[in-house]
């Protein structure tokens, strides 16, 4: 049964900083790409970057580029989303997602499984 359980959500300052985890089980984590992907409230879902099974390769939305990285520990089943410089604008819920192969597309369809979710709020 395959899960993704996120953590390290919460409230952070404009200019500030969070590191998001996900926690994956019940397939071979490294066969797989990862991607984080948010939901603001009233907008539609936006992918927010990507990494490769083997996490030689990494991918970000414009919005976030040279702020935001992604990367994972594949002996931990684990992606994480360094966030740095923090905008209000990137308030949203994050989610984590598990791809269908080994690349991480942006479409939705290339991914089969979702995370619960975790609220990331920027504000002063």
């Known amino acids: 049964q395959v899960q993704l359980v996120e953590s390290g959500g919460g409230l952070a300052q404009p200019g500030g900083s969070l590191r998001l985890s996900c926690a994956a089980s019940?397939?071979?984590?490294?066969?797989?790409?990862m991607s984080w992907a948010r939901q603001a409230p009233g907008k539609g879902l936006e992918w927010v970057s990507g990494?490769?099974?083997?996490?030689?390769?990494?991918y970000y939305a414009d919005s976030v580029k040279g702020r935001f990285t992604i990367s994972r520990d594949n002996a931990k089943n684990t992606v994480y989303l360094q966030m740095n410089s923090l905008k209000p604008e990137d308030t949203a819920l994050y989610y984590c997602?598990?791809?269908?192969?080994?690349?991480?597309?942006?479409?939705?369809?290339?991914?089969?499984?979702w995370g619960q979710g975790t609220q990331v709020t920027v504000s002063s």
């Open positions: 019940g397939f071979t984590f490294s066969s797989y790409a």
């Open positions: 990494i490769y099974s083997d996490g030689s390769d990494t």
């Open positions: 997602r598990k791809g269908r192969g080994a690349f991480p597309f942006e479409a939705l369809y290339e991914y089969d499984y």
